[in-house]
C-alpha cells in the first residue's frame, strides 16, 4: 500500500525500535490489549511498572494493531510492526502467497513492490524465493517494513516515491496502491481508481512498457474503468470480497478476462470467463430467468462483482428469478462452494404487517433477514417484525426479501448446509 502519511508517529516508532521498546513490546501478548477496556489495563500496568508513560503508549497502541492483524497476518503478526491504515489495507497472508505465485509460475525474478504498505506482499514474495524491492514514501511506514523484511536477505525496504522510482533491471512490478485517505477522525475509502496513490493510468503505463504488473483494487472497482488489456479477478475469503487484483503481460492468464476466486475452510474454488463483462445479458434473453424454484441461491459476492453469474447457471442448470437480481433457483439441489443454497418453505408478498403478525404466530425469536432489489434495511425491518413476539424464544428463521418484476415477495427459507 502506498502512504501518503502515517498514522503511527514517527517518534512512536523510534521508541519502540529502541533495546528497551523492542523487548517491552515482545513481552506483552497482543491479546492482553484484544479489547479497550484490557488496553487501558494494560496502559496503567506498564506505568505502575515504572515504563515512561510514552513508551507504555506505544506498546499498547502496536499490541493492539498486532492482535487485529492475527486475522491476516495468524501467528506471523506478533512479531511485525503496524500502522493503522496499513493494517486495514494490508493483504492476507495467504492471498498475499497467492500473488506470489503469480511471479514464480511466469519466471520473474526480481519485482518492485511500488508502495509496499507494510510489506504484506514483499513478505509473500520474498519468502518464494523472489529477489523484491519494497517502496514505500512514507518514513515510518518504510521502517516497519524495513522491520518486518528482515527475515529475508533477498528482500529490500526503499524510502522513495514510487511513481519516480527507477525500474531498471527488473522484470516485474506490483502495486497495492492506497485506496484510503486518514484525517483527524481515522481513515476514509477512495473509489476513484485515478485518485489512488498511485492512480491506475500509471499502472497502465508501467504495463504498456512491457513490465510484468499486478496490481490489487478495491473489489468495488467499476467495470468501465477496467484496462482491456488484462485479467481481472476478484477474491473473497469466507464470503468477504477483499480484492480485484489486475494481471497485467506474463501474469495474465491465457483465455481468462474475468474470474472469481472463492476461498473457504473448506478450499478454493474459481470461475472464469473469456469474454468482457456484459450486464444486459440476462435483459436480452441470453441468461435463463424462471420462477421460484425448490431452491433459492445467493451467489458468492466475487461471482457477483466479477458478472458471472451466466457461468454460474450454466454449471448448476438454474435460473436468475428476475433479470436484474442476483438471486437464482433450481428444482433440485446443487452442492456448489460459489454459491449460499437455501431450502425455500414459503413465498409471501411483501406487507410489513402480515410478516409481523406471522412472526408473532410462529413465535419467532431469531430473524436473519436477505435482501437484493428492495429499498429495506434489514436491521431496522427486524426491530419491527420482532416487537412483541416474544424475545425469549430461540426459533429462528430466514426471509430473503426480493423484487420479481413489479412485485415485492418475502421467501421464507432454510440454509442448507
Not at 81 to 103: C, D, K, M, P, S
Not at 212 to 222: H, Q, T
Not at 238 to 263: C, H, M, Q, S, Y
Not at 284 to 302: H, M, Q
Given at each position: 500500500m502506498s502512504s501518503n502519511s502515517s498514522d503511527v508517529p514517527s517518534s512512536q516508532l523510534a521508541l519502540l525500535l529502541t533495546s528497551a521498546g523492542w523487548e517491552l513490546l515482545n513481552s506483552v501478548d497482543p491479546s492482553s490489549a484484544g479489547t479497550n477496556e484490557a488496553a487501558f489495563q494494560l496502559n496503567l500496568s506498564l506505568r505502575k511498572a515504572g515504563h515512561p508513560a510514552e513508551l507504555a503508549t506505544a506498546v499498547v497502541q502496536q499490541s493492539q494493531l498486532r492482535f487485529k492483524a492475527r486475522t491476516k497476518f495468524g501467528p506471523f503478526a506478533d512479531?511485525?510492526?503496524?500502522?493503522?491504515?496499513?493494517?486495514?489495507?494490508?493483504?492476507?497472508?495467504?492471498?498475499?502467497g497467492l500473488h506470489?505465485?503469480?511471479?514464480t509460475r511466469a519466471g520473474i525474478k526480481k519485482v518492485a513492490d511500488l508502495g509496499c504498505g507494510i510489506g504484506a506482499d514483499s513478505l509473500a514474495l520474498a519468502s518464494a524465493e523472489i529477489d523484491v524491492t519494497a517502496v514505500e514514501l512514507d518514513e515510518t511506514t518504510a521502517a516497519a517494513t524495513t522491520l518486518n523484511l528482515m527475515p529475508w536477505t533477498n528482500a529490500r525496504v526503499v524510502n522513495?516515491?514510487?511513481t519516480s522510482f527507477d525500474l531498471t533491471g527488473f522484470d516485474g512490478v506490483w502495486l497495492d496502491p492506497a485506496r484510503r485517505t486518514t484525517d483527524?477522525?481515522?481513515?476514509?475509502?477512495?473509489?476513484?481508481?485515478?485518485?489512488f496513490s498511485p492512480p491506475l493510468s500509471f499502472v497502465e503505463n508501467l504495463a504498456d512498457r512491457g513490465l510484468a504488473v499486478g496490481v490489487k483494487m478495491g473489489p468495488?472497482?467499476?467495470?468501465?474503468a477496467i484496462p482491456a488489456n488484462c485479467e481481472v479477478q476478484w477474491v473473497s475469503v469466507n464470503g468477504d470480497v477483499t480484492e480485484a487484483a489486475l494481471w497485467f503481460g506474463k501474469l495474465a492468464r491465457p483465455g481468462i478476462r474475468r474470474a472469481a476466486l472463492v476461498i473457504s475452510e473448506h478450499g478454493a474454488t474459481e470461475i472464469t470467463s473469456s469474454l468482457d463483462f456484459d450486464p444486459d445479458a440476462a435483459l436480452r434473453g441470453d441468461v435463463p430467468v424462471g420462477p421460484i424454484s425448490e431452491y433459492l441461491y445467493e451467489p458468492d459476492g466475487a461471482v457477483?462483482?466479477?458478472g458471472l453469474i451466466d457461468e454460474l447457471l450454466k454449471i448448476t442448470g438454474g435460473h436468475l428469478l428476475d433479470p436484474h437480481i442476483a438471486y437464482f433457483g433450481t428444482d433440485a439441489f446443487v452442492q456448489t462452494p460459489?454459491?449460499?443454497?437455501?431450502?425455500?418453505?414459503?413465498?409471501?408478498?411483501?406487507?410489513?404487517?402480515?410478516?409481523?403478525?406471522?412472526?408473532k404466530a410462529e413465535?419467532?425469536?431469531?430473524?436473519?433477514?436477505?435482501?437484493?432489489?428492495?429499498?429495506?434495511?434489514?436491521?431496522e425491518l427486524r426491530k419491527v417484525l420482532l416487537a412483541g413476539s416474544g424475545k425469549s424464544s430461540k426459533k429462528k428463521a430466514t426471509l430473503v426479501l426480493t423484487r420479481i418484476g413489479d412485485q415485492r415477495v418475502a421467501i421464507q427459507v432454510e440454509p442448507v448446509a
Amino acid at each position: 500500500m502506498s502512504s501518503n502519511s502515517s498514522d503511527v508517529p514517527s517518534s512512536q516508532l523510534a521508541l519502540l525500535l529502541t533495546s528497551a521498546g523492542w523487548e517491552l513490546l515482545n513481552s506483552v501478548d497482543p491479546s492482553s490489549a484484544g479489547t479497550n477496556e484490557a488496553a487501558f489495563q494494560l496502559n496503567l500496568s506498564l506505568r505502575k511498572a515504572g515504563h515512561p508513560a510514552e513508551l507504555a503508549t506505544a506498546v499498547v497502541q502496536q499490541s493492539q494493531l498486532r492482535f487485529k492483524a492475527r486475522t491476516k497476518f495468524g501467528p506471523f503478526a506478533d512479531s511485525m510492526v503496524f500502522t493503522q491504515a496499513g493494517l486495514e489495507q494490508a493483504t492476507r497472508l495467504n492471498i498475499a502467497g497467492l500473488h506470489a505465485q503469480r511471479y514464480t509460475r511466469a519466471g520473474i525474478k526480481k519485482v518492485a513492490d511500488l508502495g509496499c504498505g507494510i510489506g504484506a506482499d514483499s513478505l509473500a514474495l520474498a519468502s518464494a524465493e523472489i529477489d523484491v524491492t519494497a517502496v514505500e514514501l512514507d518514513e515510518t511506514t518504510a521502517a516497519a517494513t524495513t522491520l518486518n523484511l528482515m527475515p529475508w536477505t533477498n528482500a529490500r525496504v526503499v524510502n522513495a516515491d514510487a511513481t519516480s522510482f527507477d525500474l531498471t533491471g527488473f522484470d516485474g512490478v506490483w502495486l497495492d496502491p492506497a485506496r484510503r485517505t486518514t484525517d483527524t477522525s481515522g481513515t476514509s475509502r477512495i473509489f476513484d481508481p485515478e485518485a489512488f496513490s498511485p492512480p491506475l493510468s500509471f499502472v497502465e503505463n508501467l504495463a504498456d512498457r512491457g513490465l510484468a504488473v499486478g496490481v490489487k483494487m478495491g473489489p468495488g472497482l467499476p467495470h468501465d474503468a477496467i484496462p482491456a488489456n488484462c485479467e481481472v479477478q476478484w477474491v473473497s475469503v469466507n464470503g468477504d470480497v477483499t480484492e480485484a487484483a489486475l494481471w497485467f503481460g506474463k501474469l495474465a492468464r491465457p483465455g481468462i478476462r474475468r474470474a472469481a476466486l472463492v476461498i473457504s475452510e473448506h478450499g478454493a474454488t474459481e470461475i472464469t470467463s473469456s469474454l468482457d463483462f456484459d450486464p444486459d445479458a440476462a435483459l436480452r434473453g441470453d441468461v435463463p430467468v424462471g420462477p421460484i424454484s425448490e431452491y433459492l441461491y445467493e451467489p458468492d459476492g466475487a461471482v457477483i462483482r466479477a458478472g458471472l453469474i451466466d457461468e454460474l447457471l450454466k454449471i448448476t442448470g438454474g435460473h436468475l428469478l428476475d433479470p436484474h437480481i442476483a438471486y437464482f433457483g433450481t428444482d433440485a439441489f446443487v452442492q456448489t462452494p460459489l454459491a449460499k443454497a437455501y431450502k425455500v418453505v414459503e413465498v409471501r408478498p411483501y406487507h410489513v404487517k402480515n410478516l409481523r403478525a406471522w412472526v408473532k404466530a410462529e413465535k419467532i425469536g431469531v430473524l436473519d433477514i436477505k435482501k437484493r432489489g428492495m429499498d429495506v434495511t434489514p436491521e431496522e425491518l427486524r426491530k419491527v417484525l420482532l416487537a412483541g413476539s416474544g424475545k425469549s424464544s430461540k426459533k429462528k428463521a430466514t426471509l430473503v426479501l426480493t423484487r420479481i418484476g413489479d412485485q415485492r415477495v418475502a421467501i421464507q427459507v432454510e440454509p442448507v448446509a
